[in-house]
């Protein structure tokens, strides 16, 4: 399988509340919206919110409106960043709701959030090794 473009696609409860949260409180760049659908796009990936009825109507699929897990919590997203403290203390003084706070993991610092689905994202930054 080549790939050609990398989506992340998220189904969610009610679409302007995700986009303000994603926009207003993540920081990302809305690339366009309508009705059922928003999109925004950093670093070669497109963050793609789909309401999840709207989506259900469109696969012809109940299975995505009322999906047999809890919603946001079969999976989730992980992005690498500079410096993960700083990040998450600008989350969560933008409102995001701080699941667990920076930590260390191995070579990492790892922290995570979730949105107001309940998707959860792992934000990282790696830790410099100490000499030898």
Same mark, same amino acid.
């Given at each position: ?57 469109? !696969?012809?699929?109940? #299975?995505? *409106?009322?999906?047999?897990? +809890?919603? /946001? ?7 690498? $960043? @500079? ?21 260390? !993991?191995?070579?990492? #610092?790892? *922290?995570?959030?979730?949105? +107001?689905? /309940? ?7 790696? $830790? @410099?090794?100490?000499?030898?």
């Amino acid at each position: 399988m080549e790939i050609q473009r990398t989506y992340f696609t998220l189904f969610v409860t009610d679409l302007r509340r995700s986009v303000e949260f994603y926009r207003d409180v993540v920081g990302l760049r809305l690339e366009m919206m309508d009705a059922s659908y928003a999109a925004f796009r950093f670093r070669g990936c497109t963050l793609s919110l789909y309401d999840r009825e709207f989506a259900s109507k469109r !696969l012809g699929s109940d #299975r995505i *409106a009322t999906p047999p897990y +809890p919603v /946001g919590r079969t999976g989730g997203l992980s992005v690498e $960043v @500079e410096d993960v403290d700083r990040e998450i203390r600008e989350l969560e003084r933008r409102g995001a709701t701080i699941l667990v706070r920076p930590g260390p !993991l191995d070579r990492e #610092r790892v *922290a995570v959030f979730g949105d +107001p689905d /309940g998707n959860l994202w792992e934000v990282t930054s790696i $830790v @410099e090794e100490e000499g030898p």
